[in-house]
């Protein structure tokens, strides 16, 4: 089945322990990227990946970093979490053609207390 | 990121017909998305368009209107299972591109 994995699916941490969240997808699509979800403010771009070992920040890039060593893989990682960090995570991937909608993970909850 | 525009809330009764409008940056503008998401889980890709006029797709359609920089989505023979969020997306630019999502409007449908 075409899908994108994320993992975990919820997450409770403390300030200052880092933490990275997976994400994976079996579609070999070139375009992968992170959002972070908040109330009233809706999808927020974290980062983008055009293709492997291309990486470019989104809207709102602070506190995080990604890697794309793989085509399939695109990992988040908060290397000091902080609670302005607490969110609901979605990743996703796209074909990189211009009218290739996105597909996207379940979500990560994150709660950083 | 650009500056996307929509309703923050709506409401209507089975049966009926919802048109929720979405308003963003015309220039560089490359392409709009329509998303469904439930409560808890991930958007569903519903509609895209990048040339004026009118998509259908069933009980959905998407408008758009490159030079106004106006889009909406219209929801025919409303269904309680579509009491949901609906993002509006834009991209910009060609190549290398960023999406930018409204902050969603919520529909609620009642019996």
């Known amino acids: 089945e075409a899908q994108v994995t994320q993992n975990p699916r919820y997450l409770i941490t403390v300030t200052g322990k880092k933490l990275t969240v997976t994400c994976s997808q079996n579609m070999n699509h070139e375009y992968m990227s992170w959002y972070r979800q908040d109330p009233g403010l809706g999808l927020r771009q974290i980062y983008y990946?055009?293709?492997?070992?291309?990486?470019d920040k989104g809207d709102v890039p602070e506190g995080y970093k990604v890697s794309r060593k793989e085509k399939r893989n695109f990992p988040l990682i908060l290397e000091s979490p902080s609670p302005n960090q607490t969110s609901l995570y979605f990743c996703?991937?796209?074909?990189?053609?211009?009218?290739?909608?996105?597909?996207f993970g379940s979500g990560t909850q994150l709660s950083v207390l | 990121g650009q500056n996307i525009d929509q309703p923050t809330e709506m409401t209507a009764t089975e049966g009926a017909i919802v048109q929720i409008n979405c308003t963003y940056q015309?220039?560089?503008?490359?392409?709009l998305f329509w998303y469904q998401q439930h409560a808890g889980e991930a958007p569903t890709f519903l509609s895209y368009?990048?040339l004026d006029g009118l998509e259908e797709k069933g009980r959905f359609s998407s408008f758009l209107s490159r030079s106004k920089g106006y889009s909406y989505l219209l929801l025919k023979e409303l269904q309680m299972k579509d009491s949901a969020s609906y993002l509006c997306s834009a991209k910009w630019g060609r190549g290398d591109y960023k999406l930018s999502f409204g902050a969603g409007t919520t529909v609620t449908v009642r019996a």
């Open positions: 015309t220039s560089g503008f490359n392409g």
């Open positions: 990946s055009m293709n492997v070992e291309v990486t």
């Open positions: 368009n990048v």
């Open positions: 996703a991937s796209s074909p990189r053609r211009s009218n290739e909608k996105l597909f």
